[in-house]
């Protein structure tokens, strides 16, 4: 067989050119298509069998807000704390919202008393704690300073187990260094970014 060499190279019909990568935030080289997938994958977004385009508007609406929901911190009539915020997920949202607007539900945004928004530049959706907002005393939705959404109090800073310290904030940011110092000024160091990039982008 050693013999045998390679005279021609033949390339096929079907044949797709690689996508050109990108850089995630750990420094991942993925491609947009991967990521793309990822985000629909974590939202719960790809059990949905019915592109939302095709939908109703009363049943598109109310899908979105069923695919994934987030739930506030839940306290009882005494005000005691009973469970942390949540997220959870409908895998058949859009099936659920037809169900549901046959029923007669509907989205009122005048009744509305809360509402959640996202982190800017937070994880996507099914894995950001996000915040919810009430209305202001003008009766406006206001747009939280990002800063609130990234509190360096919630910064945990924790030895692993190969002797490194690992500092992480639940907005999905973390940081390995030497020394525990190290770690958290990192961890510092990317809110700080997170902050300016998000208040450039308002």
Request: with cysteine; charged share 30%.
């Amino acid at each position: 067989m050693s013999d045998k060499e390679i005279v021609e190279s033949v390339t096929f019909g079907n044949h797709q050119p690689a996508s050109e990568y990108v850089k995630t935030d750990t420094g991942q080289l993925v491609t947009p298509e991967f990521l793309a997938f990822i985000q629909h994958a974590l939202s719960g977004k790809l059990t949905e069998s019915q592109q939302t385009d095709e939908l109703e508007p009363l049943v598109r609406e109310l899908a979105e807000e069923l695919t994934v929901i987030h739930l506030p911190e839940w306290h009882d009539p005494s005000g005691r704390k009973r469970a942390e915020p949540t997220v959870t997920t409908i895998k058949q949202a859009t099936r659920v919202a037809e169900y549901l607007v046959k029923r007669g539900v509907r989205k009122h945004s005048e009744l509305e008393e809360l509402r959640w928004v996202a982190t800017p530049g937070g994880p996507p959706g099914a894995f950001d704690i996000g915040m919810h907002i009430t209305k202001d005393e003008n009766g406006q939705w206001p747009a939280p300073d990002p800063e609130k959404f990234y509190d360096l109090d919630d910064i945990e800073v924790q030895q692993t187990d190969d002797g490194m310290w690992c500092a992480t904030h639940p907005r999905g940011l973390a940081f390995e260094g030497a020394t525990k110092t190290e770690a958290y000024a990192g961890v510092v160091d990317q809110l700080r970014q997170r902050i300016e990039q998000a208040r450039e982008a308002r």
